[in-house]
């Protein structure tokens, strides 16, 4: 198993980078953008914004702005280590949804949303209007609703493969309202030549017939897991690696039963680490050991070969460590043996 996956994105890298980039204008204001059906303008880079989702806090922190994050809300795994200190300096409002009150407490310039289900339509939070009305604006991750329907499914149904260009849509965006626009295109171009880098180590196995399961997390130990649906993010994953996904559901993490799995066969059980403990299968120990003394899982040849990869579980959703999930995985798939 792999060590916690770092973004490697120092701040060296990041003057070199933008030395070779051509100098960019400033975002000329008032910004106006389409964002998830809703039109959010911006007068003038906001003083301060509050997160709601963990790829936010994360880009917000690879972009420089730290200092400008007052809150931060929805943790499932410890920030990235380069973040740490500067991490421990943000008032985390809540490790999973932040009050309503608690948000608008800190008066933000902006609120910035990982997931529509927090803040949207039917936001367990708040709606967007209910910002709005408050003079706040927000703006969410266009990975949450580019291509994807969040009214069906319990966290929605993808209605094309995701692509990486939604999380670069992200980065670009939250630099353009923050007037670093030179920032988000370094930091884009280093994930995209990280990205074609993974890739292309993959394609040299020249996999035809491997396969994988992406298992996020279960309601209760024993019962039928969560796992990724054939159209986000970790498909995109297996589709570039050369893997087919066993999942053929177009949901985010539909429920499927293990005897389904099971039969499948997957070559490669990827499971996720985190930091939350809502569910007992949120601890990766735990999915581990299940999978070994489980009838049903015990028997797939995954499990029997230690063909079984930890990732971090933010990773599995969009963010900017979908590039380092790739590359752990590319760089796991060669000891495995699989053709």
Known sequence: MLSRMTLRLGAASLLALSAALPALSETS??????????????????????????????????????DKVAGTSVWFTPVLPEFHDLNEGVERLADNDPSFESVVAKRPGVVTVQYEWHIG??????????????????????????????????????????SMDSLYQSIT???????VSDRGETLVA???????????????????????????????MDID?????????????????????????????????????????????????????????????????????DPVTSQMDAVKEGRIVVIDAHAMDPSIRNVGALEELAAALPAFGLK
Do not use: H
């Not at 280093?190 to 997390?217: G, I, M, N, T």
């Open 29 to 66: 204001y008032p910004l106006v953008l389409e964002n998830c059906g809703v039109s959010v303008s911006f007068d003038k880079a906001p003083e301060s914004a509050v997160t709601v989702g963990q790829a936010t806090t994360e880009i917000l922190y690879s972009l420089g702005l730290g």
């Open 121 to 162: 339509a039917q936001g367990i939070v708040a709606t967007r209007e209910q910002f709005a009305d408050l003079g706040i604006p927000t703006w969410t991750m266009p990975t949450d609703c580019v291509a994807k329907d969040n009214t069906q499914g319990s966290d929605g149904t993808r209605l094309e493969m995701f």
């Open 173 to 179: 965006e939250l630099a353009a309202i923050f007037d």
């Open 190 to 220: 280093d994930l995209k030549a990280r990205e074609a880098a993974a890739v292309a180590a993959a394609q040299a196995l020249d996999l035809q017939e491997a396969s994988a399961v992406f298992w996020f997390s279960s309601a209760e």
């Open 225 to 293: 897991p969560y796992v990724a649906g054939r159209k986000g993010p970790p498909a995109w994953m297996m589709q570039s690696l050369g893997l087919k996904n066993v999942i053929e559901s177009d949901e985010e993490w539909p429920v499927v039963s293990w005897e389904t799995i099971a039969r499948a066969n997957p070559s490669v059980i990827v499971i996720a680490r985190m930091e939350r403990r809502r569910f007992e299968a949120d601890d990766y120990e735990k999915k581990l050991e299940f999978l070994k003394s």
